[in-house]
């Protein structure tokens, strides 16, 4: 008898994301009406800008409810090129296509470039999707620890060690997801140089590349470095952090032309195309709405600042300033629990939702969310605070 159980192909062994499994299990004991502190997945608590909502509205109202090309609707993928431009980008509209969320844009690039035989190198800790897409397209991910003393960088010794005749792609997430590190020029030249050296690419996610708080640590995409530089790498960006869209998954990449046309292939046949209205949405937001953008990141900064002081109150934990995203990567190794049982006991003894270090290769952390009210990080930190103090293996 066969078992239809029996899942043979790469995805068999797949599990759940950790971030959005936090997330459910916090709305799970919200519904049984327990007031959680939601600090796991990382979505910012503002809403939608009104001109984003009316442009929607708008589209949907005037017809645009059919398919559009699968890559997007031109006047966004017009929009995003000259975005990417202005960012010192080399790239035109052709070389752009509209994904479902930025997390649909990584996968696609992962399957599109990777395949069985293919290394992949992942710095850990690493975004917890990342590591599965690439499981998922056959290439084997390659692991490179990274430390807080070096801002959970990628070294040229690192590379010297880990990069093959094999490594096709190296994942870059700056500003990173979940340690909040922006990565600095000179590591970006560093593995710049290397991509073309080695003939691998980069897949550089800057989902987050609006949120980065301090001057001296500005966000640079590397493919802004040189044309050679933007031929070896995909850009990805997203509207779901920088504009409080989460909910509307559209993103967006930027490619070499031949990566583009195989990304717009799978798209062909996995997707047809992002909600067409939606992408009017998106339009407006990238049009009118940088003043929004503005408002939300210096809230989140705020927001950082408050909650960065009152870790620093927490016995026991340990955490390096974050210069952008917002999230906190706390090292809880001083506790003598896994961050599964940390993350467990935390929801259910002081109401706290966060998501377990584990997922993202790191047992030893959890990640916060600053993503949310002042008054929510205060009494979080506050249950933390009294929670961290009363665990018995404090070292
Ligand atoms: N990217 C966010 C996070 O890491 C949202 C959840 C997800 O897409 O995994 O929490």
Same mark, same amino acid.
């Given at each position: 008898m066969k078992d239809l159980q029996q899942t043979k192909g790469l995805l068999g062994a797949l599990p759940p994301s950790e971030t959005l499994g936090s997330l459910i299990k916090g709305m799970e004991l919200a519904?049984?009406?327990?007031?959680?502190?939601?600090?796991?997945?990382?979505?910012?608590?503002?809403?939608?800008?009104?001109?984003?909502?009316?442009?929607?509205?708008?589209?949907? *109202? +005037? !017809?645009?409810?059919?398919?559009?090309? #699968?890559?997007?609707?031109?006047?966004?993928? /017009?929009?995003?090129? &000259?975005?990417?431009?202005?960012?010192?980008?080399a790239t035109s509209m052709e070389q752009v296509v509209i994904t479902p969320?930025?997390?649909?844009?990584?996968?696609?690039?992962?399957?599109?470039?990777?395949?069985?035989?293919?290394?992949?190198?992942?710095?850990?800790?690493?975004?917890?999707?990342?590591?599965?897409?690439?499981? *998922? +397209? !056959?290439?084997?991910?390659?692991?490179? #620890?990274?430390?807080?003393?070096?801002?959970? /960088?990628?070294?040229? &010794?690192?590379?010297?060690?880990?990069?093959?005749?094999?490594?096709?792609?190296?994942?870059?997430?700056?500003?990173?997801?979940?340690?909040?590190?922006?990565?600095?020029?000179?590591?970006?030249?560093?593995?710049?140089?290397?991509?073309?050296k080695k003939n691998f690419m980069i897949l550089s996610d800057e989902v987050y590349e609006k949120l980065a708080y301090d001057p001296d640590r500005p966000h640079i995409s590397i493919a802004s470095l040189s044309e050679e530089v933007a031929e070896h790498t995909v850009t990805v960006n997203s509207f779901s952090k920088s504009y409080a869209m989460t909910g509307w998954r559209v993103g967006f990449l930027s490619a070499p032309l031949w990566l583009t046309r195989k990304i717009d292939a799978l798209q062909t046949h996995f997707l047809a195309n992002v909600t067409t209205f939606a992408q009017y949405g998106a339009l407006k937001a990238l049009r009118d709405c940088s003043a929004d953008c503005e408002r939300m990141k210096n809230a989140f900064a705020k927001r950082r600042d408050l909650f960065c002081g009152l870790l620093t109150r927490v016995p026991g934990l340990k955490f390096i300033r974050p210069s952008g995203a917002f999230y906190v990567f706390c090292d809880i190794s001083s506790y003598g629990l896994g961050s599964t049982e940390f993350c467990d006991r935390l929801m259910d003894e002081a109401h706290i939702a966060a998501a377990p270090g584990c997922g993202f290769g790191a047992d030893g952390f959890v990640r916060f969310s600053y993503a949310c009210s002042e008054e929510t990080l205060r009494t979080a930190a506050e249950a933390l605070r009294i929670f961290c103090g009363n665990l018995p293996d404090r070292r």
């Open positions: 519904r049984q009406g327990i007031n959680v502190c939601m600090l796991s997945v990382g979505e910012p608590d503002f809403d939608t800008p009104e001109p984003v909502k009316r442009a929607c509205a708008e589209a949907m *109202a +005037s !017809g645009q409810t059919k398919y559009t090309i #699968p890559a997007g609707i031109t006047e966004l993928r /017009e929009a995003c090129a &000259e975005k990417f431009r202005r960012d010192g980008i969320g930025g997390k649909f844009a990584c996968a696609a690039a992962i399957t599109a470039l990777c395949g069985p035989q293919d290394e992949v190198i992942l710095p850990v800790p690493y975004w917890v999707s990342h590591l599965h897409m690439i499981s *998922a +397209s !056959g290439a084997k991910p390659v692991f490179v #620890p990274t430390t807080p003393e070096n801002n959970f /960088e990628l070294t040229e &010794e690192d590379l010297r060690h880990y990069v093959t005749e094999r490594t096709r792609l190296v994942v870059l997430c700056s500003p990173s997801n979940p340690t909040g590190a922006v990565c600095r020029r000179r590591t970006l030249e560093m593995l710049g140089e290397w991509a073309l």
